[in-house]
T-cell receptor, first 115, second 114 residues
Framework: AQSVTQLGSHVSVSEGALVLLRCNYS??????LFWYVQYPNQGLQLLLK??????LVKGINGFEAEFKKSETSFHLTKPSAHMSDAAEYFC?????????????FGAGTQVVVTP | EAQVTQNPRYLITVTGKKLTVTCSQNMNHEYMSWYRQDPGLGLRQIYY???????DKGDVPEGYKVSRKEKRNFPLILESPSPNQTSLYFCASSLFGDRGYGYTFGSGTRLTVV
């Protein structure tokens, strides 16, 4: 079965500081991994995804994530936080070919950016 | 514009009064799914559909029904809502057969059952 663990339900960062959100996964097949962002009162928007090509994936708004198979991790980073990065972030892993369409989500990490 | 449209955005109802949340997508996606979002639990899948007339249960299907009579529409039906179904609901769609495609999400429906 596929599963995702996000470490830290809340993260507070200063404007201009590094943003690091942690995601570890479990998958019985080569994983496809996603990061989504949810701004207040909005749906989820795709930030970036790993689909077995390059292990360092660049996304929108300056975010990137690195797939590390040995650590079963897919951590999300941004070098310099902006006030507009305040949102909730979800890591997700794609299902197997039997349940291929299903995304299994982590519990989410709320990011607060302080001036 | 490619999008998933949910209605209504906000809904307050009373226990036991049947309701339907509509979902429509304009991307010709085969796969559609309903999720509920609760604090600390992330998103949990309620039902999904791989194509017209093909639906199946997700992780938390109790108390919900769905139908897929047309490719673009995937309504969520609560025949007898209860307070534990108070939640934020999302409809999503995707391409069938592509594990790496990801989802396009609707804007969400915030449901309160009193």
């Amino acid at each position: 079965a596929q599963s995702v663990t996000q470490l830290g339900s809340h993260v507070s960062v200063s404007e201009g500081a590094l943003v690091l959100l942690r995601c570890n996964y479990s998958s019985s097949v080569p994983p496809y991994l996603f990061w989504y962002v949810q701004y207040p009162n909005q749906g989820l928007q795709l930030l970036l995804k790993y689909t077995s090509a390059a292990t360092l994936v660049k996304g929108i708004n300056g975010f990137e994530a690195e797939f590390k198979k040995s650590e079963t991790s897919f951590h999300l980073t941004k070098p310099s936080a902006h006030m507009s990065d305040a949102a909730e972030y979800f890591c997700a892993v794609s299902g197997t070919t039997d349940s291929w369409g299903k995304l299994q989500f982590g519990a989410g990490t709320q990011v607060v950016v302080t001036p | 514009e490619a999008q998933v449209t949910q209605n209504p955005r906000y809904l307050i109802t009373v226990t036991g009064k049947k309701l339907t949340v509509t979902c429509s997508q304009n991307m010709n996606h085969e796969y559609m799914s309903w999720y509920r979002q609760d604090p600390g639990l992330g998103l949990r899948q309620i039902y999904y559909s791989m194509n017209v007339e093909v639906t199946d249960k997700g992780d938390v299907p109790e108390g919900y029904k769905v139908s897929r009579k047309e490719k673009r529409n995937f309504p969520l039906i609560l025949e007898s809502p209860s307070p534990n179904q108070t939640s934020l609901y999302f409809c999503a769609s995707s391409l069938f057969g592509d594990r790496g495609y990801g989802y396009t999400f609707g804007s969400g429906t915030r449901l309160t059952v009193v």
